[in-house]
């Protein structure tokens, strides 16, 4: 059983923990160690990183010896277009108030479903819109204007 | 008695006008959007978590504990009605219940699981009551080491019982551990892994991490998944169980809580190991085991009364020891020390209207989610057909508002949707994310007992091997761990999370 690297399961969760593990490590080695008493801010990260590169070499291994793929394919259209509307959200509310960021996060969100329907989507950004609004603002008091445009700060 | 005076004070908490808004509000709620399908209680409690924190500490954790269990249940109708459970622990349920559903009795299997969730709510938390103290009196002589020692002995639990992979678990827990260390170290008030962001200094916001992982990285996992379901909703009629029905269910009932009761109890071990330990049980002890899968009502009551057992007791760790036993359990710790309660045997003691108010509270909650869910059931009926393309959206909705809020700062957007994209790669490559959030709460707690551990033995390790409570958890966790390592218990255990996954 032939997998190719790129689809062999363990291999990659074995490739991002050691990355992760080397990182954390790395970034550790500025942090002083202290010692076993006095234990310094990097102590404890550079042994978890020692840990964590250690476990990953592990599933590295059996993903070599497995073979195992991913299960199903990658969504990488849905997640490209969620973390998109949700960083677009983010800048939004920073510049143009939440009721046009608001749309903008369920229109766009909208678009990754397999279903998209402009009727559907109006009501929805509508439907949405007043629901937060109800909600954040009105009940909970948060002090969010609904519509700005700040650009230049 | 002392439990008496107490339980009395935590009525008198939990039954003013405002927290009994607030139960109300919170069962609602978690029962309403636990439902829906796809969603499961970690989802609600993540998204419904800011909506919490403007609240008194009382009240919020009430609220919360309301959503908890309203979503359990509401995910139990899910499961039973359209065999698509939101958890894990309600997959065990969804085996016969939808069975039973499609053969025109799903009526009585939602009745069957109220009652049984009802039963085991009850008795469960008068079992928090009388030995929450107990642990808690018990856990005031534990030291640094013993801290220590115990939150390890949670982690592994937690990592050993995760769903896959035992290595990829314990990982998981070493990079929850690691997202926990960022921001500003308490002793020497130096930032670490904070990239030079200012928003990172304080660390990564619980919120972020719950919503990130629980939320948008599950919304991902649903939008790039194709299957079609049946709905059985025309045929939730007649409602009441017969007789036979009540009979049939009482003893599998109180066989699932007390089993749930004890498993909830131990910290790491989650309520789908109770459920489907029940569920075994029960097909074990019936004279006709070949009718479970095919609709069996014992195999609806069993693992809905040991769930929801396993779901109240876990506050026994969580709230005496600062452990959490769950990754739902994880939240509420996270949402307690937001409100800057730091979680342990003191609380008890400094704040007994925090704790006695809550466990008031669930008697009132597991009345409450009773009386709604009986009359209400065509409703919920009715919801688990809204399509998941109207309700993605609206948790996204909830996910980016919600995060916003937390500092009026778009930062906590973008790292909430970078742990989603971090979580999504994750769970794609059979990584759980249970073990990563409890880590990640943990984390700072288990630095700071070690370090202070470390200091008082001057340096020496045999501290944890000295103490006998020390030893003890360590010698527990050593156990589980060669447990899994011996080979052939370890095929044992991967059969028997591949028959729970069936469902």
């Known amino acids: 059983m032939k997998t190719r690297l790129l689809d062999n399961r363990d291999f990659l969760a074995g490739l991002l923990f050691i990355t992760i593990g080397a990182v954390g490590f790395g970034v550790a080695l500025s942090y002083p160690f202290g010692n076993v008493q006095q234990m310094g801010p990097g102590f404890f990260p550079r042994i978890l990183g020692a840990i964590l590169v250690g476990f990953g070499v592990v599933t590295l291994v059996r993903g070599l010896r497995s073979g195992e793929p991913v299960q199903g394919g990658w969504g990488w259209f849905p997640l490209a277009v969620i973390t998109a509307s949700l960083v677009a959200f983010g800048w939004l509310m920073e510049h143009v108030g939440l009721v046009p960021s608001l749309v903008v996060l369920i229109v766009s969100s909208a678009y990754a479903g397999r279903e998209f329907r402009w009727g559907e989507v109006a009501v929805l950004a509508v439907a949405m819109t007043l629901l937060a609004l109800s909600i954040f603002v009105w009940g909970l008091g948060m002090p969010y204007e609904l519509f700005a445009f700040e650009f230049g700060r | ?503």
């Open chain 2, 1 to 503: 008695m002392d439990v008496l005076s107490n339980l009395a004070l935590g009525f008198g908490v939990a039954l003013t006008l405002k927290n009994l808004t607030y139960c109300f509000v919170g069962v609602f709620l978690g029962t309403l959007i636990g439902v829906l399908p796809g969603i499961g209680p970690l989802v609600t409690i993540a998204m419904l978590l800011p909506i919490t924190f403007g609240l008194d500490p009382v009240s919020s954790l009430i609220m919360l504990a309301g959503i908890f269990y309203g979503a359990q249940y509401g995910g139990s109708t899910t499961a039973i009605l359209v065999n698509m459970p939101g958890e894990v622990s309600s997959a065990v349920t969804a085996i016969d219940g939808y069975q039973m559903a499609r053969q025109g009795r799903a009526g009585p299997a939602l009745a069957t699981a109220a009652i049984a969730s009802f039963v085991a709510g009850i008795i469960s938390t008068l079992l928090v009551a009388f030995f929450g103290p107990l642990v808690g009196k018990w856990a005031l002589e534990f030291g640094a080491a013993e801290y220590f020692s115990l939150m390890l002995m949670g982690l592994v639990f937690s990592a050993v019982l995760a769903h896959g992979d035992l290595v990829k678990s314990l990982a998981m827990v070493v990079v929850g551990l690691m997202l926990g260390i960022v921001g500003t170290d308490v002793t020497s008030g130096l930032p670490r892994f904070s990239f030079g962001v200012v928003e990172l200094l304080d660390g990564v916001g619980f919120t972020v991490v719950a919503v990130g992982l629980f939320a948008v990285a599950e919304i991902v996992q649903n939008l790039a998944r194709t299957e079609k379901v049946e709905v059985f909703t025309k045929d939730v009629k007649n409602l009441m169980p017969t007789w036979a029905d009540i009979k049939a269910i009482t003893m599998p009932t109180l066989r699932g809580t007390a089993l749930g009761s004890f498993f909830g109890a131990l910290p790491g071990i989650t309520a789908s190991v109770a459920a489907f330990s029940a569920y075994m049980l029960e097909k074990k002890l019936a004279k006709d085991p070949s009718r479970f899968g095919k609709g069996a009502i014992e195999g609806v009551a069993a693992p809905e009364a040991a769930n929801n057992a396993a779901a109240q007791t876990h506050f026994i760790p969580t709230l005496t020891l600062g452990i959490p036993a769950s990754a739902v359990m994880a939240l509420m710790l996270g949402a307690l020390t937001m409100q800057g309660i730091q979680p342990g045997p003191q609380v008890m003691t400094s704040r007994p209207e925090l704790f006695w108010g809550l466990v008031a509270s669930m008697f009132v909650g597991n009345v409450l989610l009773l009386l709604l869910n009986l009359p209400l059931v065509g409703l919920w009926a009715r919801l688990t057909q809204v399509p998941y393309r109207w309700l993605f959206p609206a948790i996204l909705m909830f996910a980016a508002v919600g995060n916003f809020s937390l500092n009026n700062s778009a930062m906590d957007v973008y790292l909430c949707a970078a742990v989603g994209v971090l979580g999504y790669v994750f769970a794609k490559l059979d990584c759980q994310p249970a073990p990563l959030i409890l880590g990640y709460v943990l984390g700072p707690m288990l630095e700071e007992n070690l370090r202070r551990a470390l200091l008082m033995s001057e340096g020496s390790f045999a501290v944890f091997v000295t103490r006998p409570i020390s030893l003890a958890f360590l010698l527990v966790t050593a156990l589980i761990l060669l447990a899994m390592i011996v080979p052939t218990l370890r095929r044992g255990r991967e059969r028997a999370l591949e028959e729970g996954d069936a469902g």
